[in-house]
């Protein structure tokens, strides 16, 4: 069983940057695919980023290339996403995500475990 909690959530003007962290437990990281989802009230859970096992290979939603970075840390157990130059349709619950294989689609149902979710507010 793996437990995922993120932080670094919160209010940002437009423009701004954030940080989300994701702390891993349960299993040893470095086995993990990991994912980063977003969702709004009444819409469905939106794919922003995910990063493989190794950290070697990694893939972005249009909406967020060039402005969000993903990256891996598996001594600490933690997946960052690095959110730059921040816009109001960017305001969201920011999901992490993993499963024990990789998979670029961007799917939610190709993750198995969640976390609980930390919303982002990014004002105009």
């Known amino acids: 069983q793996v437990q995922l909690v993120e932080s670094g959530g919160g209010l940002v003007r437009a423009g701004g940057s954030l940080r989300l962290s994701c702390a891993a437990s349960?299993?040893?990281?470095?086995?993990?695919?990991m994912g980063w989802f977003r969702q709004t009230p009444g819409k469905e859970r939106d794919f922003v980023a995910s990063?493989?096992?190794?950290?070697?290979?990694?893939v972005y939603a249009d909406s967020v290339k060039g402005r969000f970075t993903i990256s891996r840390d598996n001594a600490k157990n933690t997946v960052n996403l690095q959110m730059n130059i921040l816009r109001p349709e960017d305001t969201a619950v920011y999901y992490c995500?993993?499963?024990?294989?990789?998979?670029?689609?961007?799917?939610?149902?190709?993750?198995?475990?969640w976390g609980q979710g930390t919303q982002v507010t990014v004002s105009s």
């Open positions: 995500a993993a499963d024990s294989v990789y998979s670029s689609s961007g799917s939610p149902h190709q993750y198995r475990y």
């Open positions: 349960g299993r040893i990281l470095g086995n993990l695919a």
């Open positions: 990063i493989s096992g190794s950290g070697g290979r990694s």
